[in-house]
């Protein structure tokens, strides 16, 4: 007899007159398109989706703002720029950023860096150490040559909201002027305090930014390589509030 798979994610009830075809999907149990595509939000989704479990209302908003730090990592940041520079080539819009999502996938502050670090984090606190600010996968350092301003913004929301927990509370707490918290490294903390796992963790940093490689590439597409911004100078790069008349 053939052993049967397995799998405590998806299920499905086959339509008895039609063996191509589900009647009922469920997902971890739940009536997956009756009941959870009404009753729960994209990042709950997310997070039942990967721990098995619906987030608590306060694991929910925590998790939600992670994400949102986690959503558009500017036009500076080299995975934009390699999702800007395959659209002038005027390929379908996809690809753009697929280019985008692999640039952002390195060990250079991507998301096999989050991932990195998580497991870093992980080995200090199992052994009671504080983190080495020099050590490649600390979450800590400078932001081009500066203390990181978007997670010192970060921590004072997480604050507020008293959403800093163990990881990130050790991140902080190790954290100095030479090696002060990355955005990045409160982003892996942060995962490790929702206990996501280190490949989960490295997952959800990547996709999270997709829309973001998408509107650069749009935008840049449109624009041409003629108008493509290669330097930050006042002169040649500036918002521009959008024309709602349009």
């Known amino acids: 007899m053939k052993k049967k798979l397995k799998t405590a994610i998806w299920a499905e009830i086959p339509d008895k007159h039609n063996a191509f075809a589900a009647k009922n999907s469920f997902l971890r149990g739940e009536n997956f398109f009756g009941q959870l595509v009404s009753s729960l939000s ?28 986690c959503s558009n990592p500017g036009i500076r940041d080299e995975a934009s720029r390699s999702a800007m520079n395959c659209s002038v080539g005027k390929g379908p819009l996809v690809n753009s950023v ?20 998580m497991i870093n984090l992980m080995k200090c606190n199992e052994n ?38 163990k990881f990130q509370r050790l991140l902080i707490d190790s954290s100095d002027d030479d090696y002060p918290v990355l955005l990045e490294g409160l982003i892996a903390a942060a995962f490790l305090d929702l206990n996501f796992t280190p490949d989960q963790g490295a997952f959800l940093f990547l996709i999270s930014s997709a829309a973001a490689f998408f509107a650069f590439s749009e935008e840049q597409g449109k624009a041409g390589y003629k108008e493509y911004p290669s330097f930050f100078g006042k002169d040649e790069y500036q918002y521009v509030q959008p024309d709602e008349s349009q």
């Open 42 to 69: 994209y990042s709950e989704m997310l997070f039942f989706t990967l721990c098995g479990k619906k987030p608590t209302e306060i694991e929910a908003e925590k998790f939600n703002l992670v994400l949102n730090a």
């Open 128 to 165: 009671g150490e504080k983190i080495t600010g020099s050590h490649q996968y600390s979450g800590l350092g400078k932001h081009f040559g500066s203390a990181d301003y978007r997670a010192s913004e970060l921590i004072s929301v997480l604050s507020e909201k008293k959403h800093i927990e």
């Open 98 to 117: 697929l280019a985008g999502l692999l640039t952002r996938t390195g060990t250079v502050r991507g998301s096999e860096w989050i991932k990195l670090v």
